[in-house]
């Protein structure tokens, strides 16, 4: 078991250091790329939000409509 944990940590130790020297190692375009799209994505966010909160308006109306009407027959 002692043995086990000890390659385990090897493992683990060199696991840390190859993830830290990927990211030294990252291209200046790669991180502009992804800021970028990172702004992308939370401009796409906002404008899903101006389109769910009519949505999820409409969708309400529709079923007091739907509970008056079938209330009312």
Do not use: H, Q, Y
Not at 2 to 23: C, E, M, Q, R, Y
Not at 25 to 41: H, I, M, Q, W
């Amino acid at each position: 078991m002692k043995n086990f944990l000890k390659n385990g940590g090897l493992v683990l130790a060199g696991s840390v250091a190859g993830i830290s020297s990927a990211f030294a190692d990252l291209p200046a375009a790669a991180s502009t790329a992804f800021t970028t799209l990172s702004t992308d994505v939370l401009a796409l966010v906002d404008l899903a939000w101006t389109a769910a909160i009519p949505i999820t308006v409409a969708f309400i109306i529709l079923r007091m409509f739907k509970r008056a009407a079938s209330s009312a027959t």
